[in-house]
């Protein structure tokens, strides 16, 4: 099974930047970031295809958030700019099939990585 690890979480005034990193043991697959915070549910952030040409994005981070990869590596990127309080969450790196954005497209999960906004 695919191993998965997230990195690059950390503290950042709102307004900052932070940029995740997910490598994979092995694979290609379609990759994406879901993001949950405390007492609330596990919820989409963005996902791209395994060539990298179609990536999606929730509406909240749209415009805000960047995800790319780098096959060679098997490494996804989540960039975060402007960034508010409510960005503040565990993100997850998964892998999955096919690009969707639902938690039930990806059966293979990172152990997450916190990121803390402070306002």
């Known amino acids: 099974q695919v191993q998965l690890v997230e990195s690059g979480g950390g503290l950042v005034q709102a307004g900052g930047s932070l940029r995740l990193s997910c490598a994979a043991s092995f694979s290609v697959n379609p990759m994406a970031w879901f993001r949950q915070a405390p007492g609330k549910e596990r919820e989409f952030v963005a996902t791209i295809s395994r060539s990298g040409a179609s990536k999606y994005y929730s509406d909240s981070v749209k415009g805000r958030f960047t995800i790319s990869r780098d096959n060679a590596k098997n490494t996804v990127f989540l960039q975060m700019n402007s960034l508010k309080p409510e960005d503040a969450a565990v993100y997850y790196c998964?892998?999955?099939?096919?690009?969707?954005?639902?938690?039930?497209?990806?059966?293979?999960w990172g152990q997450g990585t916190p990121v803390t906004v402070s306002s």
């Open positions: 998964a892998m999955g099939i096919a690009p969707v954005t639902v938690i039930s497209g990806y059966d293979n």
